[in-house]
Each structure stands twice: as C-alpha cells, then as structure tokens.
C-alpha cells in the first residue's frame, strides 16, 4: 500500500481544501471568508456571520432577515424531545446533554436527514440553528431546577437564548442590551476556526455520510475536552483554585513550568497562533469595559491579568511562543453574564455551530470528499501462532 507519512495531531496534514476560514497563525490573522474578524466584531451580528459562513456571502437585509424569521419559525422542539431532560441526572454536566439532545435530533426527524438532498440539508440547518441554543438553554434550567419556557419568537436567536436561560413564568424577562452585545460579540468570534478538533470530527463522521446532526452532536463531544472547547471552564477554575488557595500568580507559574501534575496555563497556546489569537486581543480589549457595566469578579480577573503579564515575560512561554487564546478572557465574561462555569463550553458551541454546519456543507459537496480514513504505524506483535490454552 505504498509508503505512509506519520504525522501525530495531524501537525502537518491538510484532509482538506476550504474556502470558509482563512488563519495565519504567525501574523495572528483570522478571516471569515475573507472578512478580518475585527471587522465582524465590530460592525456585524452573530446571525449574519453565521449566514456569511454558511452561504458564503454576507447577506442583504432581506436574505438575513428572511433567514432570522425562518430560524424563529423552528425554534420549538418537540414535545419528546422536551421529554429527554428528565432522564438526566440533576446534575449532568450540560455538554453531554446537549450532545445527546442534538443526535436525538435525527430520531425527530427521520424524513430530512439525505445528506445529499439540499432541501433536507437546508431544513436541517435552520433546525439545528434554531433548535440547539434551546436545547442549551435547558440545560441549563435542568441543571438548576428551574422550569423550561417556551421561546419566545419576538425575539431573535441571542435574545431567545438569554431568556430561556434566565427568564422565569412568573416574571417579565428584560434584556440587558450590555449583556446581548456581549454574548453576540462573544459567539462572533468563535464561529468558527477551519479544521480544529472539534470541525475535524463533524468532518470525519461526515465523511462516512451521516447526517447533519449525528455529525454535530459529535462535534460538541470534541468540544467538551478540556485541551479545546473545555479550556473556558477550566481557565475560571484555575483562577478559583489560585484565590482559594491564596497563591501569588508567581507560585502558580513555577508549578506549570515544572511541569508539577501536568499543570498547565489554562487558555494559553495554541496549535496555529504562534504570535497571538486574534480573538482574545478583541477579547481583552472589551473584557474590561464589559466586567465594568456588568460587575465582574475584579479579583479573579487581577489575578488573569497577573498571570498573563508575567507569562508574556517569562522565558519559557517566549520560547514555547504560548500566549494567551480565545478562552483565557472570555469565562470572566460568561460569569458577570451569570452563566454557570458548566455552562461556559455550552456557549462556546453556540457559537461553533455555524462553522461546523458551514464546514460539513462544504465537505458534502466537494466531489474530493472521500470517506476519512487515517493510517497506521503498526508497533504490536508480528505474526506468531494461536497455542492451546
Ligand atoms: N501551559 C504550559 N505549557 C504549555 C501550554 C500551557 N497552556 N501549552 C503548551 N505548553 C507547552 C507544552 O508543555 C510543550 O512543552 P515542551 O516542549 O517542554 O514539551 C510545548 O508547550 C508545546 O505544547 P504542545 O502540547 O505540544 O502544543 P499543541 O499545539 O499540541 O497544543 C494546546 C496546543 C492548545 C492543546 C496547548 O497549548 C494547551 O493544552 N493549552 C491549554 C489548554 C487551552 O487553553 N486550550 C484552548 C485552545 S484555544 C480554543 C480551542 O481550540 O478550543
């Protein structure tokens, strides 16, 4: 079968072509489609960065506001499905409820899931969109005993999602405008990264042609490790762990440089960035004036900053060229939103969501696409023979 290069992690391999995201990890640059992400952050909406990655083109008024109305229009879900929330613990971390709540999709329905039927992969887009910030939402509720609203389609997906999370029968739910700009701004950017862990896995389940859903419930699964998507949570339990034990920033980075335990410096590296992410400079830029109109944690986020500075000083971190990521500011953020620290990776798959649909899009209709199949090094035994026990 010829010779077959080695490549752990996937360093150095490219599985495919793609038009959607442009990364230049040493110049720090991130594109949707062309468009720099300071721009998307500053002058557009996470709806209409999601249809720019899903079509390819930023939509007119008309074509963003006929998707925001198609959108609304599946935001139910079905009475059943509403049904699964009971069947998990009280405490089930909301990442393996909305994995599972989103492959059940495809039980829901069974009459639209042709990959290669653009009217199904069309319906089941819109659901997807529609139906998995709902589902996040009870999780969330589930989790903390609280009962589970209808959405309510006045509003749009961001405002839906926010009420559905905090929003109680009982009472009229007010939207903070600073905690809507936040949370758009937020899923903005992480929309999508070209071929990460997680939109690698929606591609390679894919690849065998499952459905949409099947593909993306997978990709939340990739997600939820810590090394990606699960580095938020765990940047803000660092930050716990180092207050609650009274440690200068100083003691705790001699422990990651020793390498004590495995400890690292959670939301620091990146296998593409090299220079700096992109996002979290915008992160941090508005990481300050958002705690300020929210009232974040000022201590934990010292103690970031603290860190942050001394990493950026320190030899070991130059020379390994680690600096912050996307995920080192933006679990302050979730919290002064008043997320739970379950639930900061939940968000981060809200805003995922539109780049993997975008990317298994893309993967079903390139006629390169074959079935994803990785090799081997074979290190076991060689051949020997079966003995009678
Ligand atoms: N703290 C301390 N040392 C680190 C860190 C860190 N956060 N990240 C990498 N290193 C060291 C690592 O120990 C290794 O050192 P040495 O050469 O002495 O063995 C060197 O840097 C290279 O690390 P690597 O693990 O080979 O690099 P990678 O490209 O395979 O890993 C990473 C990238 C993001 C998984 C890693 O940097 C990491 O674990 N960071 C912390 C978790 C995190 O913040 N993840 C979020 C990534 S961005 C958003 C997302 O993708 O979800």
Redesign the pocket.
Known sequence: TGAVAYDP?FMNTAATTSAITYIDGDAGILRYRGYPIEQLAQHSSFLEVSYLLIYGNLPTPTELDAFDQRIRHHTLLHEELKGFFGGFPRDAHPMPVLSSAVSALSTFYQDSLDPFNPEHVEVSTIRLMAKLPVIAAYAHKKSIGQPMLYPDNSMNLVENFLRLSFGLPAEQYELDPVVVKALDLLLILHADHEQ?CSTSTVRLVGSSNANLFASVSAGINALFG????G?NEAVLKMLRQIQADGIKPEEYMEK?KN?EDGV????????VYKNYDPRAKIIKATAHEILGKLGGNDELLDIAMRLEEKALADDYFIQ?K?YP???FYTGLIYKAMGFPEKMFTVLFAIGRLPGWIAQWREMINDPQTKIGRPRQLYTGEPERDYPAI
């Open positions: 992690g990460n810590p090394a990606h998507g580095a990651v390498k690292r410096l959670m939301g620091f590296g990146h296998r390994r680690l990521n996307v995920d």
